[in-house]
């Protein structure tokens, strides 16, 4: 493999497979063979539903699981030889994973997703939590359809929480982001998200991915990067977000993923806080749907 | 002069189609005969092509374009005589060239005497040789063929006041094949043909033969009773003559029609065709190596029959709904364009003249497993005309160089049998035999070079084939082989340039020497063979172990 380069040898094979794309999922897995099964079955209904003339493929960065996730999602590929029969396809669909390594990191996995939909000329990217227990085929439409069909840079997720679910993002990073960009971004560290090739090609070499910021809450970057350089943002009502039991991370940890990335993003976006505070600026993103909280 | 008995003549051969009124003129009526197709015989000849299937050519009131017959041992006038039909037989036998010829089982037209006697009283002696009915009700099973034309598969007669039975236009009437006297017939009219010196028949509309309450009236049994009775008596009295299917029906369908070798020798895959299309636009082999997956093992002495492109609408009778949306949206963007269930352009138009798809979807042909029909015109990429109704669109004449009439006839611009295509694209003053044949690298001499190749090889027609499916799902890649000859087709069906990894390593050793310009490519080793593509490159290699 070629020094500085994210993206592996295999994987890099398998990206000249699927070619060039509409549109790219992306998942980030670290053994979730319990829940990814159903998550990929879930986007592949989606996709072939919403989108079913689409060049698409799913790209899965996987963080070195040993519970067979990697082949879980390979199994979800439709192609000549291996055909499904429930349901009908035009056209192959690419379900592919790779291994980038043995550190688990977030911020990698996300790289590596930008990079292949960069690579690809995907119009479109979407990334989903590989623990989405409350995951529907809309969520496809939701999440892409703004930015395939309507131009829309970034979609961010609302979702329907528990009064004291995600305290972090609804009492700090929510209020924050609002005070400081102006805008009512309900989910500034989105689980699901997607963005545009316009955005994408900016995030591909991004300082970020060199700094913690980017390696541990990459989401934040990128929803403060879309905010920060103007693009056009749409928030998709997902429903409620329910996730597979894991154990709780501990608050420094959950500190360094979300306030972190704020505070670097700040940093780096000096200019453009300047600018707002003089301009006093006022703006709200259009939400797709309504939303609503517990 | 007598051809050569080849035994399974049909497996090496490459068919073109050609309706005998639009392909040549000799008396400046404005039609094309027999005469003046035999005068063209030294280019099909010079192209390469080893049989000629003719369209109906018999007397009718040309609202079928000939299908609709009303006399089935003679010619058309307007074509010339039987004298005339039997000079062109000689005329081709002596270059090498084959000849089948239609022949529509399953209706007449409604001039035929037959039908005029047998509407003309209840009592007529051939009142039983159509299918006659009080009611319009029977056979509800079956559905309607020229949906955007008819509106049931029975039409009133007002003469015996009763209803006929008619699968396609209402001035067909089916025959009643449950009547003996009508097969016997039947098979006295082929015998007519073939005592003439005809090679084959195809045989029209074969499914539809027979009728039975609660079917859908297509493939009954009682069909290859027929059949099987035709094919014997073919054998018997004229052993290597050839009978080909027109059995729209998927492969599994189609099967039985080629029985134990002991029915059509050959069948077309109509189902394969529309998919060749969709790969291509789809820049995915999944449609074309699906269906032939799908498609069953024939008998060794039967061949599927292919083709791209024929005289009518490019069906899409055996496609989903999904892939029928898929292909009227991507090509067949003008209603205009669609007709009864398919697409009325030719060739070119619907790769929109795009050489490089015309050559690839050609290279197809020629090297999928079976016997490939070109359809005339094809071969210098003639355009069509969809505002010419029905299907005429497509049966424009014959474009053989940019002067009066294309070079077709000498008579009248206004008195030729269909207006002439004159576009600036597709026009005969840009497409044409002479200009084509003037130009090494022009279609036509591309397609001469194609067949060639084609026949340099016996593989391409009874070779088996094997599909290898590298990752690269644009890339439609598959082994031919015969004996000890192999041959690697990799076809890029993307219009951008491809990488692609093929797994040979059983074939570890070999070198490639591509087939077009015989050079050499490198041995094959143990790692996967990368190749590199144009768009909408394809490769022949013949593998050589040296």
């Known amino acids: 493999m070629a020094e500085d380069n994210i993206l592996s040898d295999d994987l890099l094979r398998q990206l000249i497979s699927v070619g060039e794309v509409d549109i790219l999922v992306g998942l980030h897995t670290h053994n979730h063979a319990k829940t990814i099964g159903h998550v990929v079955q879930v986007i592949r209904e989606g996709l072939l539903k919403y989108f079913p003339r689409e060049r698409v493929a799913v790209l899965n960065a996987d963080g070195g699981s040993v519970d067979g996730t990697r082949e879980l999602v390979r199994a979800a590929s439709i192609t000549d030889l291996r055909r499904e029969n429930s349901f009908y396809t035009l056209r192959t669909l690419h379900c592919i994973s790779s291994q980038y390594g043995t550190n688990v990191s977030n911020g990698t996995a996300m790289h590596i997703i930008a990079a292949a939909a960069d690579l690809l000329r995907a119009r479109a990217c979407a990334v989903i939590a590989p623990e989405s227990s409350e995951i529907r085929p809309d969520w496809m439409d939701q999440l892409l359809g703004p930015v395939y069909r309507d131009n829309a840079d970034f979609v961010a997720p609302v979702y329907r929480r528990q009064r004291f679910e995600g305290i972090l993002v609804t009492n700090l990073l929510y209020p924050v982001t609002r005070a400081l960009y102006g805008k009512s971004i309900r989910e500034p560290r989105p689980g699901e998200f997607a963005f545009s090739d316009l955005l994408g090609s900016r995030l591909v070499g991004h300082p970020m991915w060199s700094q913690d910021a980017g390696r541990l809450g990459p989401e934040v970057c990128l929803t403060l990067e879309a905010l920060a350089e103007g693009h056009r943002i749409v928030q998709a009502f997902l429903g409620p977000k329910g996730q597979a039991e894991r154990p709780a991370p501990d608050l420094v940890a959950a500190l360094r993923q979300t306030v972190g990335p704020l505070f670097w993003s700040m940093s780096v976006q000096m200019a453009w806080q300047t600018s707002i505070w003089r301009g006093c600026t006022r703006c709200s993103a259009p939400a797709r749907k309504t939303w609503s909280r517990c | ?546």
């Open chain 2, 1 to 546: 002069m007598a051809l050569p008995k080849v035994p399974l003549w049909y497996k090496d051969a490459v068919i073109y189609q050609v309706h005998v009124r639009a392909m040549y003129d000799s008396n400046g009526d404005g039609i094309g005969d027999f005469r003046g197709l035999a005068q063209k015989l030294d280019y099909l000849q010079e192209l390469g092509i080893s049989a000629i299937w003719l369209m109906p050519f018999f007397p009718s009131p040309l609202r079928d374009d000939g299908y609709d017959i009303s006399d089935y041992r003679s010619v058309h006038p307007s074509y010339g005589t039987l004298e005339d039909f039997q000079l062109f037989l000689h005329a081709a036998r002596d270059r090498g060239i084959r000849v089948v010829i239609e022949m529509v089982l399953n209706h007449t037209s409604d001039q035929h005497p037959w039908f005029q006697e047998s509407r003309s009283s209840l009592n007529n002696p051939r009142r039983d040789w159509y299918v006659w009915s009080d009611s319009d009700t029977r056979y509800r099973g079956a559905r309607i063929i020229f949906l955007d034309t008819e509106m049931s598969n029975w039409a009133w007669d007002p003469i015996s006041k009763q209803y006929y039975w008619h699968r396609f236009f209402s001035h067909q009437p089916d025959l009643n094949y449950d009547n003996p006297a009508v097969r016997e017939e039947m098979w006295n009219v082929m015998k007519f043909w073939l005592e003439m010196g005809v090679d084959g028949f195809r045989l029209d509309a074969v499914p539809y033969l027979f009728e039975r309450e609660g079917t859908n009236c297509e493939n009954l049994p009682e069909t290859h009773g027929v059949i099987k009775e035709l094919r014997r008596r073919l054998d018997e009295n004229f052993p290597g003559r050839m009978l080909l299917a027109e059995a729209n029906q998927w492969p599994a369908d189609l099967l039985p029609y080629f029985g134990k070798g002991d029915e059509f020798h050959m069948a077309f895959h109509f189902p394969l065709m529309p998919r060749m299309f969709m790969g291509l636009k789809l820049e995915d082999r999944k449609p074309i190596t699906e269906i032939l997956q799908q498609t069953p093992k024939i008998p060794d002495t039967c061949q599927w029959c292919l083709f791209l492109r024929n005289h009518d609408e490019l069906t899409l009778e055996m496609v989903t709904d999904m892939e029928r949306d898929y292909m009227y949206d991507v090509y067949a963007n003008e209603k205009a364009m669609r007709l009864n269930l398919g697409i009325r352009r030719r060739l070119a138009p619907l790769l929109d003249n795009d050489r490089r798809r015309i050559e690839l979807m050609n290279g197809l042909l020629m090297s999928l497993p079976g016997t490939p029909v070109i359809y005339y015109g094809d071969e210098i990429g003639m355009g069509d005309n969809i505002f010419l109704g029905d299907r005429n669109g497509v049966r424009t004449p014959m474009q053989w160089d940019g002067g009066w009439n294309a070079g077709f006839s000498s008579s009248d611009p206004e008195s030729l049998y269909s207006a002439l295509i004159m576009n600036p694209i597709y026009g005969y003053q840009s497409v044409n035999v002479t200009s084509q044949r003037r130009l090494q690298h022009s279609l036509l001499s591309w397609m001469r070079r194609l067949l060639q190749v084609r026949k340099s090889t016996p593989i391409f027609g009874r070779g088996s084939i094997e599909f290898l499916y590298p990752d690269n799902h644009r890339v439609l890649a598959y082994v031919r082989q015969l004996g000890e000859e192999t041959i690697l087709a990799v076809n890029n069906l993307s219009a951008s340039a491809q990488a692609v990894e093929l797994d040979l390593q059983r074939f570890k050793g070999n070198i490639l020497v591509e087939m077009f310009g015989r050079n050499i490519f490198p041995r094959i080793g143990e790692l996967p063979y990368l190749l590199t593509m144009g768009p909408y490159q394809f490769y022949w290699f013949r593998l050589r172990r040296i």
